[in-house]
């Protein structure tokens, strides 16, 4: 921790301009080195002249920014430099910074972690930086706002609080004699404890909505050989990413793409076509479809209009909640005889409308409001135990078995907002991000 850390924190390679951050007890020093102890007010954008310690000459004109401790981003001293964006300039300030005594490269994400260490920020904030990010659609960037700003933190802090106040009650029963008690004493506090599992519950039962969110929709195209589904993905991602054929069978394994639908990040899959009945490496393919479809949280089931019902019987098959169904070769005469929206991959007729009800599918899945959602398994994980313990405390036969509960399911919320145990977290959670932030 006594390290001052420093990096280039924004992307690397030429551009308008590129930012360093340094942060730690040095920051000061080095920056008073480059500016040969020019004074530089803090929290001002300033216009310097930064000059190369070893040579005296000017590195850059850069606008330098200086936080003091611990206003500042990780509670730090800390300096930003807006240089010109360079590799030239890169290069050069990230040596002169490194000859500096006790700097050292940041490692990925040791900023957030040191602002998270100093109490800047707790652990959900923290993970809400990392992917605000990473943050690729609309929504991901509003769910990791709404996290940034503490929108988990208040959630699980009032629960821990409800819990708590619970504690106080029992510890100062513990006592006295179980005689000596007014009757009735236990009652509001158990009511309480069922209240807030009621909570605890329903806050889990999202449909896994802030994980689906951040780590991407899974929408899986499946259809018999030739009904279009190289050619409806191509059509989506306006590329050429799958392979179209006339030769049934060509896609033989499964082919992703990455789509913003309305905000929603989706992972479309490409699979081979199913059939029954055909070569080894065709049925591996066709396995791996159907177990994809399975898993997936949404199937596109894709029909051939210019074919009988009769030939696409192992798709009709497929058809569930979690699936669409659409019709392509609108171009040609309609053969087939079922209920779904009508497109041509061709022509690109009505793929406005499939895009429209692929939304309406999302939005159902997501459900409808505003309130927020655990984005992460380790969330729930300890979500769970908070559950469990307070399950066991509902049903403990003691006051001081009630209590030692309670402790159990605080100590479970607060690792998830890190005020407690959470050391060998850290490294996993941190590893995360990117250097320089
Ligand atoms: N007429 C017509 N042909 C299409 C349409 N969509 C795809 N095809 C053709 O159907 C054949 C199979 O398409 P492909 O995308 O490879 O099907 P897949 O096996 O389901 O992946 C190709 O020759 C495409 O050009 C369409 O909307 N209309
Ligand atoms: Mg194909």
Redesign the pocket.
């Known amino acids: 921790m006594s390290d001052t850390i420093f990096a280039l924190s924004s992307a690397a390679g030429r551009a308008g301009v590129a930012v360093f951050r340094v942060s730690g007890a040095q920051a000061q020093e080095s920056l008073s080195v480059l500016t040969r102890g020019k004074c530089i007010e803090p929290r001002k954008a300033t216009l310097c002249r930064l000059i190369h310690p070893d040579t005296q000459k000017t590195l850059d004109h850069a606008l330098v920014i200086s936080f003091r401790a611990p206003a500042s981003f990780t509670g730090e001293e800390c300096v930003e430099y807006h240089c010109h964006g360079s590799p030239a300039v890169s290069q050069e300030m990230l040596a002169v910074l490194a000859a500096q005594p006790h700097h050292r490269v940041a490692q990925p994400g040791e900023f957030t972690r040191r602002a998270f260490e100093h109490g800047k920020m707790d652990l959900t904030e923290a993970e809400a930086v990392a992917d605000l990010i990473h943050a690729e659609t609309s929504l991901q960037k509003q769910q990791a706002l709404m996290q940034m700003e503490g929108g988990l933190s208040s959630v699980y802090r009032d629960w821990s609080d409800r819990l708590k106040k619970a504690l106080a009650y029992l510890e100062a029963s513990i006592d006295f004699a179980d005689e000596e008690l007014p009757e009735g004493f236990l009652t509001p506090i158990l009511v309480d404890l069922k209240d807030l599992k009621r909570d605890i519950v329903h806050h889990l039962d999202d449909n896994r909505r802030g994980e689906r969110l951040r780590d991407g929709f899974s929408v899986v195209v499946l259809?018999v050989?030739?009904?279009?589904?190289?050619?409806l993905i191509n059509c989506l991602t306006q590329r050429d990413m799958a392979i179209?054929?006339?030769i049934?069978g060509?896609?033989r394994d499964v082919i992703e793409a990455h789509l913003d639908i309305a905000g929603y990040p989706v992972i479309l899959s490409d699979t081979a076509?199913v059939r029954t009945g055909e070569g080894e490496i065709e049925s591996e393919g066709i396995r791996r479809a159907l177990q994809r479809g399975a898993h997936a949280d949404l199937k596109i089931l894709l029909f051939d209009g210019s074919k009988s019902l009769e030939d696409q019987k192992d798709i009709d098959a497929l058809i569930d909640e979690q699936s669409l169904v659409v019709i392509?070769?609108s171009?040609?005469e309609l053969k087939l005889d079922l209920k779904g929206i009508h497109i041509?991959?061709?022509t690109q007729e009505s793929l406005s409308s499939l895009l429209e009800a692929l939304k309406e599918k999302l939005d159902q899945i997501m459900g409808r409001g505003e309130t927020v959602s655990l984005t992460r398994q380790r969330h729930r994980d300890s979500l769970c135990e908070a559950s469990n313990s307070i399950d066991r405390a509902l049903e403990a036969p003691q006051i001081d078995l009630i209590a030692e509960d309670i402790r159990l399911a605080m100590r479970a919320l607060g690792k998830i907002t890190g005020h407690v145990d959470v050391e060998d977290l850290l490294d996993i959670i941190f590893s995360d991000f990117c250097i320089g932030k």
């Open positions: 259809g050989p030739n009904a279009g589904k190289s050619s179209v054929s006339d049934s060509t896609t076509g392509n070769k171009d040609l041509s991959t061709k």
